[in-house]
């Protein structure tokens, strides 16, 4: 069973910048979840992808979007960059009315200078 | 909105000895799940354990356990016999499951765990 995977594993980018984050769901599963981490915090919920339709969306602007493609990997991306979007950003999948458990990837360390 | 407080930022313990870490949530929600992640220095997310808010029995995963109480909307976790590869931060996520919602996770804010040789 393959686990969930993410690339690049480290990105650094200007502000006004823009960055596509990506994805690689579990064997099985037919949901991805993206979440951001700041420094020293929890994850915040951004969006859900699910049959690649947004299902559900955090408190984050329109410059946050995303994909989900027929294999069910998924990609992240932020447009004009700001300094605030530093973080590392997981992406979770699961199987959509299963048993609701979400397993992360590793994750994406963004900087922005 | 829901929210999640973990109201203990960092704590430490023997090797060997338990240790419990507590979060508090609050919701208007009957269909929940309740999580723990572990996060260990290598970033990955790591699931712990489960509780399903249905269920009145306690989880438990080998030397990992919960004290779940609905009415107080408390769910702490139990770590046993700490090893030092316990050592990290740990999350509490709850997931609100009403058909047709996104199944979101909603996160503390973690509390670092020091597992002392």
């Known amino acids: 069973e393959t686990g969930v995977t993410q690339s690049p594993t480290h990105l650094i980018k200007t502000r006004g910048q823009q960055v596509t984050l990506r994805c690689s769901s579990q064997?099985?599963?037919?949901?991805v979840s993206w979440y951001q981490q700041a420094l020293g915090q929890g994850p915040q919920f951004i969006f859900q992808y699910y049959r690649e339709e947004e299902n559900g969306r955090g408190n984050f602007p329109p410059r946050f979007s995303g994909l989900q493609f027929p294999n069910y990997s998924s990609e992240l991306n932020v447009n004009a960059l700001e300094l605030d979007d530093s973080a590392l950003y997981l992406c979770?999948?699961?199987?959509?009315?299963?048993?609701?458990?979400?397993?992360f990837g590793p994750g994406t360390r963004l900087t922005v200078t | 909105a829901q929210t999640v407080t973990q109201s203990q930022p960092e704590m430490s313990v023997q090797e060997a000895e338990t240790v419990t870490l507590s979060c508090t949530y609050d919701?208007?929600?009957?269909?929940?799940?309740l999580f723990w992640y572990k996060q260990p220095p290598s970033r990955q997310m790591i699931l712990v354990i489960r509780?399903?808010?249905?269920?009145?029995q306690n989880a438990t995963e080998n030397r990992f356990s919960v004290n779940f109480q609905k009415a107080a909307k408390s769910f702490s976790l139990k770590i046993s016999d700490s090893q030092l590869g316990d050592t990290a931060m740990y999350f509490c996520a709850f997931q609100d499951i009403t058909q047709g919602g996104s199944e979101k996770l909603v996160f503390g804010k973690g509390t670092k765990l020091t597992v002392n040789p």
């Open positions: 509780q399903e808010a249905y269920k009145q």
């Open positions: 064997s099985g599963h037919n949901t």
């Open positions: 979770a999948s699961s199987f959509r009315t299963g048993n609701y458990e979400q397993y």
């Open positions: 919701t208007s929600e009957n269909n929940y799940y």
